[in-house]
């Protein structure tokens, strides 16, 4: 027992204070020894379990949570990314679609206006050559004239010339019958 | 003297250290060999290699053990 | 003749590889009652207080981002709930708080023993009966209120021919009641072995010839010590873990 010690520590340590046997077999210190590591074990068991553990696995489950949260924030933002290059590229399939139909409504207003301009100027030119038919027309006609009225008037003069008299109708009938002829 | 043939028993106590030994290195050495063919399931074993050295490992103790208690406490 | 082979000395050589082991009060000089402080109390306490700072100061911040302290005290966390969850299942994550009571403080009773002049409360024998029949007398209690008398089933292994059952029982049977032993002594035989060994070293360098490899001797074991502290931590809780699935699942 601990009461039996005789000056030094213990009845297990020597005169000298070096053990005698094993310390770890000296049933004297045991109780101490259990008694300490009880209150050790309880005091670490309730810090564990009231205070770090929870603390602990809060933390951890807080940080899983930001993890998801982000990974889930970056996922979205891909989303709206992608979101932005399609609404881009149907701006731009727009614009070129739009400019496209300028293109062509322009072209179609210019041909029509061109159509119209060669109308008109096959109409002027039509006009005009009809006009100049009719001046060629009249202009042959007259000449007809002149040369029936010179022709008469020649044969008159020829027929006066050879010594005849002329009749002027006969001689009338005579140029039309050759001229017909 | 007194104490030899104590000292002599806590001797041949200390040879069971090297059977001990011998034990020890047999686990570690087949489960390296093991891992070496199947390196994707050694992972997972090594709790069951930690478990091997201990049981192995607690005999060595044992005549560590029996030979602390020959030199000192008989 | 125990005195004579302790503390003596020939040719110079002084071993006391045991005197690291004794119960002292640290005030008076009187005996060691059930409560004097001793050194015991001292380093049983300092290991209380380590596992406060590092998980309770270490993790007060409660930072997403965790500092250095909070890391090391999420990556005990995570080693031990990962141990037993892979180990002993789901459903023992309740009793998750108490094998990483028994965890935490191994670790770092075995840690501080390393430093000189320290004392190791690992290294008595009545230190780690304490624990490992503490969880020995715990886990025979809870199989026995799980499963009913159908606990006795782990000795009966109903996977061995009929007429090898009961030598098997028996052998199963001395089996279950060497467990407490094996693991308490496992964790007090190697703290123990290690801190002698460094002891005996530690006395040749009183040889001015041997002292350089006395000293790379020391420094070698100390290494391996490191290793072996928290090795011993990581077996006794994993044994623990493994006490635990068959009492919750004693038919395997």
Known sequence: MATETTGTASACVGPDGSAIGMPQLCADWMPNQIFWLLIALIAIYFVLSRIALPRIASVLAERQGTITNDLAAAEDLKHKAVEAEEAYNKALADARAEAHAIIAKNKAEMQA???????????EIAAKAAESEKAISEIRASAVQSVEAVAKDTAGSIVAAVGGQAD?????????????? | MEGDLAHIGAGLAAIGSGAAAIGVGNVAGNYLAGALRNPSAAASQTATLFIGIAF??????????????????? | MATEANGHSEGGLVFHPMDQFIVKPLF?????????FTNVALWLLLAVACVVALMVLGTSKRATVPTRVQSIAELAYGFVYKMVEDVTGKDAVKYFPYIFTLFIFIAFSNFLALIPTSFSPTSHIAITAILGFGVFIAVTALGFIKNGASFLGLFWVSSAPLALRPILAVIELISYFVRPVSHSIRLAGNIMAGHAVLKVFAGF????????????????????????????????????????????????
């Open chain 1, 113 to 123: 206006e061109l159509d119209k301009a060669i109308a008109k100027a096959d109409a």
């Open chain 1, 168 to 181: 002027d109708a006969a001689v009338a009938a005579a140029v039309d019958a050759q001229m017909k002829g």
């Open chain 2, 56 to 74: 192995a490992e607690a005999l060595g103790i044992f005549a560590f053990l029996v030979s602390l208690l020959l030199m000192f406490a008989v």
């Open chain 3, 28 to 36: 008076g000089d009187g005996a060691v009652g059930m409560f004097t």
């Open chain 3, 205 to 252: 360098a009183a040889i001015t010839a041997v002292a350089p490899l006395s000293i790379l001797g020391i420094t070698a074991i100390y290494a391996l010590e490191v290793l072996v502290a928290f090795i011993q931590a990581y077996v006794f809780t994993i044994l623990t873990c493994v006490y635990l699935k068959d009492a919750l699942h004693p038919s395997h």
